[in-house]
């Protein structure tokens, strides 16, 4: 919501306080790390911070079980966003045995809050962007380049911090898009909405020791069981565990094999197969055989689509049948079923 300045029957842009200090500033970005949940609308298990140049960032796992990053800084150039790209494939590559070593409690505590976090969450959910960035400043380059990093799971949040005479900080958390991404405002010249105020004499430093207690926000409506996460073994197939999120259309084991095969036999082979979500960063493709395996592009193969799908995206509990296609836009899996 934008807000004007009537004047001489003219609508003008509203220009709220001054610019902000550092020091707001900084109380600004200290409280965006404790309430990121809030401030993002997104539920998630926060793992742990780590301080990094700049800011801090967050390990976190989404609803859908992928492990994700969130980092919260000062300044955004371009040498910091491929910092903060490197550091979220890396954090995207941690296992559950490290995760759990990390969190707050250990194995238990994780396991437990785990447990609670994915029953409040709703089934079939699809993982979210790998990389979250929420920066007070984001460079022209960055901002130019935005629509190539937004294909490549990056989503980037601008803080607009303003300051009041009676020492109160306005705080404006706008998701940049690509149609919009150039376009830079000024604040001394553009009005921002106060989307939330904080007090300029909040702690002016982001605690680095202190790991914030597990947040859901705004949770979909929770599911009657909570349920365990499902082990992955190395080569990504699920193990013999309770399945979290989205059920299967077929269940692994002999029922899947065998589905898949009879697809297989029905097509031309070898086929290929598409997981596309360009506005979330996903781009897998894979080769079915005439015998029903599918092979991934780092050459692991797999005769259940949906291990195929986790082991691509590195999570779990995707339902393969319905995000592998027979080619861009083809028939779904689970669509050439009999």
Same mark, same amino acid.
């Given at each position: 919501m934008a807000l004007f300045d009537l004047k001489d029957d003219r609508l003008e842009p509203a220009v709220l306080g001054r610019p902000a200090t550092d020091a707001d500033r900084t109380a600004v970005l200290a409280a965006v790390r404790r309430q990121i949940a809030e401030v993002l609308h997104r539920p998630l298990l926060a793992v742990g911070w780590d301080q990094v140049v700049g800011g801090d960032a967050l390990t976190a796992l989404d609803a859908a079980g992928q492990v994700i990053t969130i980092e919260v800084i000062d300044v955004l150039d371009s040498t910091a966003l491929l910092l903060a790209m490197a550091r979220a494939t890396n954090a995207a590559r941690t296992g559950r045995d490290q995760l759990a070593s990390r969190y707050p409690g250990g194995l238990p505590a994780f396991e437990r809050d785990w447990s609670g976090f994915r029953g409040a969450m709703p089934a079939g959910v699809e993982p979210g962007p790998r990389l979250t960035i929420v920066a007070t400043t984001i460079a022209d380059d960055v901002r130019t380049s935005f629509g190539m990093i937004a294909e490549s799971g990056v989503e980037l949040h601008e803080l607009r911090v303003r300051s009041t005479e009676d020492g109160r900080a306005l705080v404006s958390v706008e998701l940049l898009h690509t149609d919009v991404a150039s %376009? *830079?405002?000024?604040?001394d010249q553009a009005a921002d909405p106060a989307v939330q105020t904080v007090a300029s004499d909040a702690d002016p430093e982001p605690s680095t020791a202190t790991v914030p207690t597990p947040v859901v926000a705004e949770p979909p409506s929770p599911q009657p069981d909570a349920v365990a996460p499902v082990p992955v073994s190395a080569s990504g197939h699920r193990l013999d565990a309770a399945a979290l999120g989205a059920e299967p259309t077929?269940?692994? !084991?002999?029922?899947? +094999?065998? *589905?898949? @095969? &009879?697809?297989? %036999?029905?097509? +031309? &082979?070898?086929a290929t197969l598409v997981w596309l979500r360009r506005r979330r960063g996903i781009d897998h493709r894979a080769t079915l055989a005439a015998d029903g395996t599918i092979t991934l592009a780092d050459g692991t193969a797999y005769r259940d689509p949906s291990a195929a799908a986790n082991? @691509? %995206?590195? &999570? %779990?509990?995707?339902? !393969? =049948?319905?995000? =592998?296609?027979?080619?861009? !836009? !083809?028939?779904?899996?689970r669509e050439l079923l009999a």
């Open positions: %376009q *830079a405002l000024d604040l077929v269940p692994s !084991g002999a029922a899947s +094999e065998q *589905a898949l @095969a &009879t697809i297989a %036999q029905a097509l +031309e &082979t070898p082991a @691509a %995206q590195h &999570t %779990q509990d995707i339902d !393969g =049948w319905r995000v =592998w296609r027979v080619g861009v !836009g !083809g028939p779904s899996l």
